[in-house]
């Protein structure tokens, strides 16, 4: 079970720092990551971890949000900096094993002033 959390509004140029903790038996999986969707958009990769670590990142929120994960907690975070209006959307975090993933309840961004 993935559970997300710290979503909420916030102003542009503001931060936030989603937390997603997981839960049960959890083996073998090889990624994690966070996935958004903005009202009438297209699902989008917003970031992703390996299980050695490495990370990805979508263009558009490359140099301003950070994934990382705390392995004895079993939780992924994604801390989300300089935000602008167009990253509003709700969060999904997601878990993947061999090359299916799974998600938990998302949690939602709105960046305004």
């Known amino acids: 079970q993935l559970q997300a959390s710290g979503g909420g509004l916030v102003q542009p140029g503001g931060s936030l720092r989603l937390s997603c903790a997981a839960s049960?038996?959890?083996?073998?999986?090889?990624?994690q990551g966070w996935y958004r969707q903005a009202p009438g958009k297209r699902r989008e990769l917003a970031a992703i971890?390996?299980?050695?670590?490495?990370?990805d990142y979508a263009a558009s929120v490359k140099g301003r949000f950070t994934i990382s994960r705390d392995n004895a907690n079993d939780t992924v975070y994604l801390q989300m900096n300089s935000l602008r209006p167009e990253d509003t959307a709700v969060y999904y975090c997601?878990?993947?094993?061999?090359?299916?993933?799974?998600w938990g309840q998302g949690t939602l961004v709105t960046v305004s002033s």
């Open positions: 997601g878990l993947r094993t061999g090359v299916t993933w799974y």
């Open positions: 971890i390996t299980s050695i670590a490495s990370t």
């Open positions: 049960g038996n959890i083996f073998n999986f090889n990624a």
